[in-house]
């Protein structure tokens, strides 16, 4: 039993850094434009669509594919900022009306994806890699998962290097540290916004390519139940902290796995418990607080 258990911990954080990844875009958006982007899940969809079909088109491998999918997003973040955040910053309540707008957005995408490529399910070939297994630490793992959770700590720490020693990175904690005060220095908060979006959003799609290996396959619903399991680790590791969402995976990782394997069929109810009790006993998250100030 002792070895199913380490096996369970093992998949879990791997698991668990592709969770990482999947939610550190949003957090970061979050943490920056204190906007609540719920068609975060219909980004990943739609990147795990883009990747499909310049698979099936083009034969371009997941890894090709991420060249053309990263600037691609990164420019639809821009954009999304432009077209959405930029007036919706201006109403007396952004946070409220960014939860109506991007519900909207988000019903728009999803429909828009069901005309446009049909309720099927698709899925991605594992081919672009060497080995379907690897060893680690003894153990037999899915090499997608272990390449996938290599990825996401190279993600997490350009994110950490971007945020804490670039210009451009600490005008953006400055922005999450106080608003205000950074404007006064002369920070433009409007660039920091725009560019928080592209990076946050291309993030997002880096997870979208690799999402049908881990959720399964590709359609036009997902995003919605997506959403919904980034919302919950960005909560558990520290709501507006992007580096903490790292943590946030980790443990929603551990427990689907670990749960799954004891008491299969509770896996999610227990997340919930989880989840709850964290809001109840840190409401701030496992780290908690606000990003540290520059």
């Known amino acids: ?8 911990i093992l998949s879990g954080v791997l698991i668990g850094l592709y969770y990482s990844l999947m939610a550190l875009g949003l957090n970061l958006v979050f943490g920056v434009t ?12 739609l990147s795990a669509y883009t990747s499909f079909w310049l698979f099936f088109y083009f034969h371009l491998s997941p890894l090709v ?3 053309i999918v990263i600037p691609l997003f990164f420019l639809v973040g821009i954009l999304t900022y432009f077209a959405l ?25 999803e429909s828009a994806a069901a005309i446009t490529f049909g309720n099927s399910y698709r899925s991605l070939p ?49 922005i999450m540290s106080n608003k205000e005060t950074a404007i006064s220095f002369g920070i433009n908060p409007g660039v920091i916004f725009a560019v928080s979006l592209g990076i946050g959003i291309a ?7 690799f999402s049908p290996y881990f959720f399964g396959a590709i359609y036009p619903s ?28 980790i443990v929603y990782g551990l427990i689907i796995n670990v749960t799954g394997i004891y008491i299969p069929g509770w896996s999610y109810a227990i997340t919930f418990i989880v989840l709850v009790t964290i809001i109840l006993v840190r409401p701030n998250g496992i780290l908690g607080g606000k990003i540290r100030e520059v």
Request: glycine residues 10%.
């Open 1 to 8: 039993m002792a070895s199913i258990l380490y096996y369970a």
């Open 34 to 45: 204190r906007i609540v982007n719920l068609s975060h899940g219909d980004f990943i969809m």
């Open 65 to 67: 594919g991420l060249v």
């Open 85 to 109: 955040v930029k007036k919706l910053l201006k109403s007396k309540d952004p946070e409220m009306t960014s939860f109506i707008v991007f519900f909207g957005l988000s019903f728009s995408i």
């Open 126 to 174: 594992l081919n672009f890699l060497p080995i379907s297994h690897i060893n680690v630490f003894g153990y037999s793992m899915p090499f997608v998962n272990v390449f996938v959770a290599i990825l996401a700590v190279i993600v997490i720490l350009f994110t950490y290097v971007y945020l804490n020693r670039t210009k451009i990175g600490l005008k953006t904690r400055a």
């Open 203 to 209: 993030i997002t799609a880096i997870a979208g390519v």
């Open 222 to 249: 997902e995003g919605g139940i997506i959403t919904i399991i980034a919302f919950s680790i960005i909560i558990i590791g520290s709501l507006g902290n992007p580096l903490a969402t790292v943590i946030g995976g």
